[in-house]
Structure formats: C-alpha cells, structure tokens
C-alpha cells in the first residue's frame, strides 16, 4: 500500500501502485506505521530528535481521492455502513494527529487528484507542492451530497489563508488547479510533472534539513501554532453525527 525510502536525513513516504489511494483501515494502518516507524528512527537516546524532514507523495494519477466510500457501503446495513464510516474518519484522524505532532517539518507532493479526505491529508501537512500538469485539489462533499466534517473544515481554515479561497474550497466545491491554487495560496508552488514535484519537495526539505532544528523543538511549536485545529482532530463527538446518517 505504501513504502518508506530514506535519503539522508529525508523520508519519502510514497503510497503505491496506480489505483485511487482511497482511505480504508489497510491504508490507513500502513500510513501510521510509516509514521511511527519515522519517529522511532529520529529521536535520539537523549531525547532530543534529529533534523529531518517528511515527504508524503503518491504513484499514477491520484495523490488520493478520499474515504474507500465502496468499502464502508459493503455491508448491507445502514448501522453496519455507518460503523465503517466512523472507523475510517477515526483513523485518519489520528493519521493526521501524527503528521501535525511529528518532530519534522512535512512535506506533501502532490502528484495527482487529491479529493475530500485525500485533500485533507495533503493539507495536514506543512507544506504543501503540486503538480501543474495534471490533477486538482477538490472538497467534494458538496457534489456528492455529504455534509463536510467539522474537523476538515478546521484544517481549510488553518492552512488556507483568506475568506475567499476557503469559500472556494468549501462552498464552491471548485477543482482547484495547480495555477488555482497557488494563486489562492492554498499550496506553496506548483511544478511541471510529478518528477519535478518530487524533486522540489526533495530540495524544500534538504534545505529544512540544513537548519539542523531539533524536531521536537519544532513539532513543540507547531503543537502551539495550531492548537485548536489539532483540539478539533481529537474532538470525535461529531461522530454522532454520522449515526444519524447525516454523512452517509
């Protein structure tokens, strides 16, 4: 589902293959161990943790296109669908806790589509590139007749900066293009092909890495930078919601 490649001091999380990455336990579950085996390798005996940096990227033509929908609908049960629905948003949130606690800045390339909760991944990280020569970020919720998380509305709001690329993003459902989204400064740059994408998350990150800060100092500030998003991630209560059926 997924493999870690190590370069120097740069990890290269790469989710496989050329489906659409949808976010199901399996993924999910090889994401987070990912993650856990990155912070094992940086902290040191002393306790502090080495300078290092993350890059998340992705094979063929999506970065991610959201939650497995098909996967949570298998079983024939409205409550049984719901169950699942609720176990995936639980486990991409703590996905996500890991990436907005991890003691490295992190990096995503996005590489392809990145749709509702594939989007929301791409913007838990801290930088955000993307590739201008296909793809687009999208909020789907709106066209496919689902009410959008709270918590994913509080990463929009925490990572893209005006009122009016977030109404983009949120009730506009629009399809953001590379172009789009580095003039609505929801990413930090757009490059020509995924090759390219990689390969300035691999120099954005060397150059992170050269400042030699100790990744805990750093996730430290980060945890104070984004305290009530990271507070809305571990708030589960709107899973009551998906009981209801209001998201499913």
Known sequence: MCTLEKRGNIFILTLTGDDQHRLNPTLLSAIQSALSRIRQEV??????????????????????????????????????????MILVDTMLRSVVKDLLTLPMPTIA?????????????????????????????YMSELDINLVIPRWFVAIVNAKVGSPAARREVVMKAAKLTAKDAVRLGVVESAHGSAAETLEAAVELGQGLVKRGWDGHVYAANRKNFLSDLIRCVEDTSENNDIKTGSRL
């Open 109 to 137: 390339a996005v590489t392809g589509h990145a749709s509702a909760a594939g989007f929301t991944l791409a913007l838990s990280h801290d930088y955000v590139l993307m590739r201008s020569d296909r793809g687009f970020l």
């Open 43 to 84: 902290t040191t005996s002393a306790g502090s943790a080495t300078s290092s940096a993350l890059i998340t990227t992705a094979h063929g033509k999506f970065f991610s296109n959201g939650y497995d929908l098909d996967w949570a609908r298998i079983p024939a049960q409205a409550q049984a669908q719901r169950d699942r």
